[in-house]
T-cell receptor, first 115, second 113 residues
Framework: GAGVSQSPRYKVAKRGQDVALRCDPISGHVSLFWYQQALGQGPEFLTYFQNEAQLDKSGLPSDRFFAERPEGSVSTLKIQRTQQEDSAVYLC?????????????FGPGTRLTVL | GNSVTQMEGPVTLSEEAFLTINCTYTATGYPSLFWYVQYPGEGLQLLLKATKADDKGSNKGFEATYRKETTSFHLEKGSVQVSDSAVYFCALVPSRNTGKLIFGQGTTLQVKP
């Protein structure tokens, strides 16, 4: 079946612009995660949803970062007033309920470049 | 705190060589341990996992054993192929159902024919 999809795959923004990154999880997956992966580094956790509830947002680096999942399916990560240090690949992952939250399936990521 | 440390890459091997990628962790409680792989141009894929001490995860000829006494989860493969060239990430979830994966920095493996 279809995997996790993310759009856009590439985004170039001028410093100060707002961006919105979309994630479509695997159908039926309850849990959804966002990670940030800087060049040459491992992914770092940003936030976690179970259905529409945001249960953990401890990894969001500043109040410029905001995530939502209003209907418990598609999620959007929004970054306001982008800065150069926001340049990274943003990964979305989802997890099926019967496996708990341990096995996560990743999308291809959105590469954000802030000029 | 919780963290994962991997051996630095890149690791360059000839085809059919033996592979070891070291991974050690620091965690409170009883974490679950994972290896993820990222092939060129593709997303992260779960390679294998182990959820308790002495468990061995295995997949596609790769193996890793959860060693609580040495806080390690080293990845091994007896005979690598060119198609195994990828970036490998060791990761942990600090306790079941928290969802928060904590990754190492990744190790690039290049296998030459």
């Amino acid at each position: 079946g279809a995997g996790v999809s993310q759009s856009p795959r590439y985004k170039v923004a001028k410093r100060g612009q707002d961006v919105a990154l979309r994630c479509d999880p695997i159908s039926g997956h309850v849990s959804l995660f966002w990670y940030q992966q800087a060049l040459g580094q491992g992914p770092e956790f940003l936030t976690y949803f179970q259905n529409e509830a945001q249960l953990d947002k401890s990894g969001l680096p500043s109040d410029r970062f905001f995530a939502e999942r209003p209907e418990g399916s598609v999620s959007t990560l929004k970054i306001q007033r982008t800065q150069q240090e926001d340049s990274a690949v943003y990964l979305c992952a989802s997890s099926p309920p019967r496996q708990g939250t341990d096995t996560q399936y990743f999308g291809p990521g959105t590469r954000l470049t802030v000029l | 705190g919780n963290s994962v440390t991997q051996m630095e890459g890149p690791v360059t091997l000839s085809e059919e060589a033996f592979l070891t990628i070291n991974c050690t962790y620091t965690a409170t409680g009883y974490p679950s341990l994972f290896w993820y792989v990222q092939y060129p141009g593709e997303g992260l894929q779960l390679l294998l996992k182990a959820t308790k001490a002495d468990d061995k995860g295995s997949n596609k000829g790769f193996e890793a054993t959860y060693r609580k006494e040495t806080t390690s989860f080293h990845l091994e493969k007896g005979s690598v192929q060119v198609s195994d060239s990828a970036v490998y990430f060791c990761a942990l979830v600090p306790s079941r159902n928290t969802g928060k994966l904590i990754f190492g920095q990744g190790t690039t493996l290049q296998v030459k024919p």
